[in-house]
């Protein structure tokens, strides 16, 4: 590959890198965005919780001193009657009286001394001592402690979706200031159970909504980027490609334009000695008796110098193009032209020519006598594909905008192998020729903005295809 090409490869292939590793640094980090938010979700609402549940703790409190401890103490002269059923039915009254507006699944009540529960929801607790825990001598201290508990897989508590997440708030049960003098400051210690499993689960929701979203959203960049990138990839191969095949081209022109300044020069010395020679052995030939080895001899030397100043008149055309004189032309005149000069050697090998040509024919714009010299020579090629006899069919027919002459011959056609290289100057498969003829006339189409191809026919011979426009834009 071209160091150029190569140093132009490059460059996109880092944005295309670059691109891709900004992909999946994006990915990764909404992926730790969603993370960090679940975090924080969790962490508000696990503070909101903690919150609610003092907030149900003091109203609780008020309740239960005022409505439940002090008539009990009153009237029984003690509190905590874990048989007593009409203290019992009181006390639930109260609790559930206050707590009827709040989201709370279970509510104890745990004696200061006894560390005894005297009064739950679930009434299969009732007597149960040493519940507590760490978290309740807290509360006997004043200090509000709270503990959040998972269960589930290691699995969903490792991804945030534990099958049940409840949070327990120990909160101590006070005398009301006005009258703590009837037992002192603290009497108990309320444990609070908040089902939290919903929100919890509502906040892994979300997070996984974040990932789904986040990686939907990078699979369609990612998808869109690629086509980019390989539509990118194909215009720098295709254009590297026309880049090498212009190098080439330019390598070729160089070559052939040094070539034709040399064979230019070279035909120009043969010329003028072979004119001398050709004029010379016309005059011997005319002097000489009109038979004998000599007249002979004279006429092979005026037969060959005559194929000689043909061969370097092919030099001089393929080196030297000539540009075309545009005009109206039509180009079923230039073929009848062309079929009527060689109607001689058509006669003598047998050949039989089939026309079919387009009735609405335009006229074109080209120089009759180009497309003359172009024309002659398909025809003597195809007739010396054809030695002993055969059939030629010539096809003319107009288009939109282009004019197309088909060419076919029944000859043996053209070897795979030798069928790419037809073009290059100089290459011919014949005993006898320079190996310029389909060169130039390749030039002359070209030279008129048409195009050429050759190509061998479905069953035999040679079909050769010559499209023209119809208008010459200069």
């Given at each position: 590959m071209d160091p150029k090409d190569a140093?132009?490869?490059?460059?996109?292939?880092?944005?295309k890198y670059f691109t891709f590793t900004s992909l999946v640094v994006i990915l990764l980090g909404s992926l730790i965005l969603s993370a960090v938010i679940a975090r924080?979700?969790?962490?508000?609402?696990?503070?909101?919780?903690?919150?609610?549940?003092?907030?149900?703790?003091?109203?609780?409190?008020?309740?239960?001193?005022?409505?439940?401890?002090?008539p009990a103490a009153l009237q029984f002269g003690q509190v905590i009657q874990l048989r007593n059923k009409v203290l019992f039915d009181r006390l639930d009254?109260?609790?559930?009286?206050?707590?009827?507006?709040?989201?709370?699944?279970?509510?104890?009540?745990?004696?200061?001394?006894?560390n005894v529960i005297f009064y739950s929801f679930d009434k299969e607790l009732l007597g149960r001592t040493g519940q507590g825990g760490i978290d309740y001598q807290q509360a006997l201290l004043n200090e509000p402690r709270s503990k959040l508990i998972r269960r589930g897989g290691f699995w969903d508590i490792l991804f945030g979706a534990p099958s049940?997440?409840?949070?327990?708030?120990?909160?101590?049960?006070?005398?009301?200031?006005?009258?703590?003098?009837?037992?002192?400051?603290?009497?108990?210690?309320f444990e609070i159970v908040q089902d939290l499993s919903e929100d919890y689960q509502t906040i892994t929701d979300f997070k996984y909504r974040i990932i789904i979203t986040s990686a939907v959203i990078m699979g369609l960049l990612f998808f869109v980027l690629r086509l980019v990138v390989k539509r990118g990839e194909q215009i720098i191969e295709k254009r590297a490609q026309e880049r090498l095949l212009l190098k080439e081209k330019l390598g070729d022109a160089q070559r052939l334009a040094s070539l034709g300044e040399m064979v230019a020069g070279i035909s120009h010395e043969i010329r003028n000695p072979l004119g001398i020679i050709s004029s010379t052995a016309e005059l011997m030939k005319q002097k000489l008796s009109s038979s004998g080895p000599e007249v002979e001899l004279a006429g092979v030397i005026v037969q060959e110098a005559n194929r000689l100043n043909s061969i370097v008149t092919d030099f001089l055309n393929f080196a030297r193009p000539q540009a075309p004189n545009f005009m109206p032309c039509r180009v079923d005149e230039v073929i009848e032209k062309n079929l009527t000069f060689l109607a001689p050697e058509i006669n003598k090998h047998g050949h039989r020519i089939h026309k079919r040509f387009s009735t609405d024919t335009p006229e074109i714009e080209a120089d009759p006598g180009l497309l003359y010299q172009a024309f002659l020579?398909?025809?003597?090629?195809?007739?010396?594909?054809?030695?002993?006899?055969?059939?030629?069919?010539?096809?003319?027919?107009?288009?939109?905008h282009t004019l197309t002459i088909l060419f076919t011959d029944e000859g043996s056609?053209?070897?795979?192998?030798?069928?790419?290289?037809?073009?290059e100057p100089f290459f011919t498969s014949k005993d006898k020729g320079s190996g310029l003829g389909l060169p130039i006339v390749k030039k002359i189409i070209e030279g008129h903005g048409g195009i050429i191809e050759v190509d061998n026919g479905p069953e035999k011979g040679v079909q050769l295809t010559v499209t023209l426009p119809v208008d010459h834009h200069s």
């Open positions: 140093a132009g490869i490059k460059p996109f292939k880092l944005v924080r979700a969790e962490t508000v609402l696990l503070k909101k919780s903690e919150d609610y549940a003092l907030l149900m703790a003091e109203n609780l409190n008020h309740q239960v001193f005022l409505q439940f401890i002090v009254q109260v609790v559930r009286n206050t707590l009827h507006s709040f989201s709370v699944e279970t509510v104890n009540i745990i004696d200061k001394n006894e049940e997440c409840k949070l327990t708030t120990y909160v101590p049960l006070k005398a009301e200031r006005p009258l703590s003098n009837i037992e002192g400051p603290i009497l108990g210690v020579n398909i025809l003597i090629n195809a007739m010396q594909a054809m030695p002993e006899s055969g059939d030629i069919y010539i096809e003319l027919s107009a288009h939109k056609g053209i070897p795979d192998e030798t069928l790419n290289r037809i073009w």
